[in-house]
């Protein structure tokens, strides 16, 4: 399975951006990560495929939303309200195993990784 992330770009503190990750197969779970300059990747939000059940960062809970487009095997991430704090590469990633509520946090739970995408959100 390969990941293709897209959608990044430049946009003021206040507006919103919708990343794609496109699967070339089958996830069990998808998430997004982030890294900014100089620091270290975070997690950001996490979806389970089999029963919706998402995971969010307390740093972007009730700004990003974490979905997908079932047909297409296309994880988003739509991302409202964006801060200057928000700006980062985002990686997205990919499990083809059986992960548990607990583990969607934690970047070793991925076997696959998209490349990442840059969201400079500045006035």
């Known amino acids: 399975v390969q990941l293709q992330a897209s959608g990044g770009g430049l946009v003021q503190p206040g507006g919103s951006l919708r990343l794609s990750c496109a699967a070339s197969g089958r996830t069990s779970a998808m998430a997004w990560f982030r890294q900014a300059p100089g620091q270290e990747r975070e997690f950001v939000a996490a979806?389970?495929?089999?029963?919706?059940?998402?995971n969010y960062a307390d740093s972007v809970k009730g700004r990003f939303t974490i979905s997908r487009h079932n047909a297409q095997n296309t994880g988003y991430l739509q991302m409202n309200s964006l801060k200057p704090d928000d700006t980062a590469i985002y990686y997205c990633?990919?499990?083809?195993?059986?992960?548990?509520?607990?583990?969607?946090?934690?970047?070793?739970?991925?076997?696959?990784w998209g490349q990442g995408t840059l969201v400079t959100v500045s006035s």
């Open positions: 979806i389970r495929w089999r029963d919706r059940v998402t």
């Open positions: 990633a990919g499990d083809t195993g059986s992960p548990i509520v607990s583990s969607l946090p934690v970047a070793s739970t991925y076997n696959v």
